[in-house]
């Protein structure tokens, strides 16, 4: 069964600050990995994804992640952070060898950007 | 290119009345997912279609929850009788099909339900 873990309940960061968003996944083949962002009142709104080859993903408003099999990881960066980024972040995993095309989230990570 | 298109955006009812969410996905996407979303929790996947089959139904609370996808375009999703707990937001989601799992899902701005 696919699952995903996003340890960190709240983040909290300084404007200008790099951040730093965790994640970790568990399917049965190779993943295909996506963060979304949302903010309050609002839909999911899809930042970046993980599909195959650069480990290095580069995504909406700066952020980033970096997919790492070993660790079985996919955590979301951004260099520097501002107070517009404060919103809620989902993780989500699908199984690029499943039947379906199933999907996943983790439970969220609340971000808060101090000026 | 049109979103997801979910209404209502608010509900209110009472405890053991009905209510019904309607989503309209994204022209061609063949799957279509439901999520609940309680508060200060990640969306939960109720119902997944593909066209107007059901793929994944599996954390569906089938006693008052059901849904269906008439014609693979347009879903209801309905509730018969709510619970307090189901309080949450309803959102719905589509994605091109099973054949591009590559592609991101598109989710819609959601239902948020309240019972009292």
């Known amino acids: 069964a696919q699952s995903v873990a996003q340890p960190e309940d709240q983040v909290n960061v300084a404007e200008g600050n790099p951040l730093t968003v965790k994640c970790t996944y568990s399917v049965s083949g190779n993943p295909y990995l996506f963060w979304y962002v949302q903010y309050p009142n609002r839909g999911l709104q899809f930042l970046l994804k993980?599909?195959?080859?650069?480990?290095l993903v580069k995504g909406s408003y700066g952020f980033e992640a970096e997919f790492n099999k070993s660790q079985t990881s996919f955590h979301l960066k951004k260099p520097s952070a501002l107070v517009s980024d404060s919103a809620l972040y989902f993780c989500a995993v699908r199984d690029s060898g499943g039947a379906t095309n199933k999907l996943i989230f983790g439970t969220g990570t609340l971000l808060a950007v101090q000026p | 290119e049109a979103g997801v298109a979910q209404s209502p955006r608010y509900k209110i009812i009472e405890k053991r009345q009905s209510v019904a969410f309607w989503c309209n996905p994204i022209s061609g996407h063949a799957t279509l997912y439901w999520y609940q979303q309680i508060l200060g929790q990640g969306p939960k996947l109720l119902i997944q279609f593909q066209n107007n089959g059901v793929v994944d139904d599996s954390q569906l609370p089938k006693d008052r929850f059901s849904a269906e996808r008439l014609k693979g375009v347009d879903s209801t999703l309905k509730i018969q009788p709510a619970k307090l707990e189901d309080s949450a937001v309803y959102l719905c989601?589509?994605?091109?099909?099973?054949?591009?799992?590559?592609?991101?899902?598109?989710f819609g701005q959601g239902t948020r339900l309240t019972v009292v």
């Open positions: 993980y599909i195959t080859g650069d480990n």
């Open positions: 989601a589509s994605s091109p099909g099973a054949d591009r799992k590559n592609t991101e899902a598109f």
